[in-house]
């Protein structure tokens, strides 16, 4: 069974940083892309940062560029997501998902597998 479980959230104050973890078990991610959703309350749930996890590049949306860093452990079989200088619009719930992705990373439709999310909260 595929499991990919969050921690590291919480609350913070602005100008802070956090650093999530995104623990994945359950089958091999060779192929995979590795993503940080978020999703704040009554808005879309939108892309954070995708890295591959057998790759190097990496990819951040354009809110979060130069703030928050994407890395894997393939060790560990974890992916972390460093955010630093946070801002309340910041706040949300980070997903962490999985899926062997044609085309648009942003698609949060094509993940196979998702976590169960992690609070974040960023206060003024």
């Known amino acids: 069974q595929v499991q990919l479980v969050e921690s590291g959230g919480g609350l913070v104050q602005a100008g802070d940083s956090l650093r999530l973890s995104c623990a994945a078990s359950?089958?091999?991610?060779?192929?995979?892309?590795i993503a940080w959703f978020r999703q704040a309350p009554g808005k879309e749930r939108e892309l954070v940062a995708t890295?591959?996890?057998?790759?190097?590049?990496?990819n951040y949306a354009d809110s979060v560029k130069g703030r928050f860093t994407i890395s894997r452990d393939n060790a560990k079989n974890t992916v972390h997501l460093q955010m630093t200088s946070l801002k309340p619009e910041d706040t949300a719930v980070y997903y962490c998902?999985?899926?062997?992705?044609?085309?648009?990373?942003?698609?949060?439709?094509?993940?196979?597998?998702w976590g169960q999310g992690t609070q974040v909260t960023v206060s003024s």
């Open positions: 998902a999985a899926g062997i992705i044609i085309g648009s990373v942003s698609d949060d439709s094509k993940y196979a597998y």
């Open positions: 890295i591959k996890w057998s790759g190097r590049n990496a």
């Open positions: 359950g089958r091999t991610f060779g192929s995979h892309t």
